[in-house]
């Protein structure tokens, strides 16, 4: 009975074993995705969040890296995630022209997307360095390096 008994409290103790290695791989893997252990390339165009609020019951990182055709929003499968109740599942869509020149074109989103203070249509909004863009509960500030 002791034996039995011993067997079953190490196969519930490997479970564990493993269950917590996956979570950890997971987490690991949800940060790569989202671009948060990798370095910022200095010619890369970022978004900057601008703590207005001074609380936030969601994570949010200090910038987020913008390359063409990123999508960012609640939902797992933008490639920004921020789980802003007030942001849709795909919000925007960050769209780069051939001459470095940025959109940013909101995807139906039910509270809208805002370029410095105005609400963005159905045509993509040509943004720049300084430009404020406002979604869900937060702004940011949009940034182009070599950009002035």
């Known amino acids: 009975m002791f034996e039995f008994l011993s067997d079953i409290m190490r196969y519930i103790f490997i479970t564990i074993i493993y269950y917590f290695m996956f979570s950890i791989i997971r987490l690991i893997a949800q940060d790569i995705k989202n671009g948060r252990m990798g370095t910022i390339n200095d010619d890369q165009p970022f978004i900057k969040p601008l703590c207005i609020r001074s609380k936030v019951d969601f994570k949010i990182d200090e910038l987020y890296t913008v390359k063409d055709g990123c999508t960012?929003?609640?939902?797992?499968?933008?490639?920004?995630?921020?789980?802003?109740?007030?942001?849709?599942?795909?919000?925007?869509?960050?769209?780069?022209?051939?001459?470095?020149?940025?959109?940013?074109?909101?995807?139906?989103?039910?509270?809208?997307?805002?370029?410095?203070?105005?609400?963005?249509?159905?045509?993509?909004?040509?943004?720049?360095?300084?430009?404020?863009?406002?979604?869900?509960?937060?702004?940011?500030?949009?940034?182009?390096?070599?950009?002035?």
Do not use: H
């Open 72 to 148: 960012i929003g609640r939902g797992k499968r933008a490639d920004i995630m921020i789980s802003d109740q007030f942001m849709s599942a795909k919000q925007a869509r960050f769209i780069c022209e051939t001459n470095d020149e940025w959109l940013i074109e909101d995807l139906g989103s039910t509270n809208g997307t805002f370029v410095n203070n105005e609400q963005l249509s159905e045509e993509p909004c040509a943004i720049k360095t300084g430009d404020i863009i406002k979604m869900g509960q937060l702004s940011y500030i949009f940034v182009q390096p070599g950009e002035e």
